[in-house]
């Protein structure tokens, strides 16, 4: 009976995947750990079996059959077509590749969770200019627009 639960618990962990949580452990405390603070870092909320598709219709190589993908944004104020990088990691060794690239995933927005932002600055409070709501001039603004075509 020892056996068999020793051969239970070698088999279990022969065929371990490397799970979301370690995928985000090795990308922001071994590989990007000099870089945390002053980068955006995304993960995928589930592995990805395909290329990675960009914004701008380019795909990156997903070399594993499956993998944790994370989009880094080295420079999160700027404008876009500046350095980035694509990290897939293996679903089953943790194994990594690291793509330089200048735009973000497709699924941005919809595939992908902020799991560290570099600090935002504090925005700077200028005296006399706090912005008062008024319902009345709300309400006599009027809706139009001139469209004039030539």
């Known amino acids: 009976m020892l056996f068999v639960a020793i ?11 490397f799970t979301r949580n370690d995928a985000i ?5 071994t590989i990007l750990v000099n870089d945390v603070d002053d980068i955006d870092v995304y993960a995928s909320d589930n592995s990805v079996a395909v290329n990675v598709k960009l914004i701008d219709s380019d795909s990156i190589i997903n070399p594993y059959a499956t993998s944790w993908v994370f989009f880094v944004d080295d420079n999160p104020f700027a404008s876009w077509y500046h350095a980035s990088r694509i990290i897939c990691v293996s ?6 590749t690291i793509s330089n690239v200048d735009i ?8 992908y969770e902020e799991i560290s932002l570099a600090d935002r600055p504090n925005p700077i409070e200028i005296e006399g200019t706090d912005y008062v709501f008024d319902p009345e001039l709300a309400e006599a603004t009027n ?8």
């Open 7 to 17: 051969l239970c618990l070698f088999t279990t962990s022969v065929f371990a995947q």
């Open 104 to 111: 973000y995933p497709k699924e941005l927005q919809d595939d």
């Open 25 to 29: 452990d090795l990308v922001l405390n």
């Open 91 to 96: 679903t089953s060794t943790g194994a990594y």
């Open 143 to 150: 809706n139009y627009a001139l469209i004039i075509a030539a």
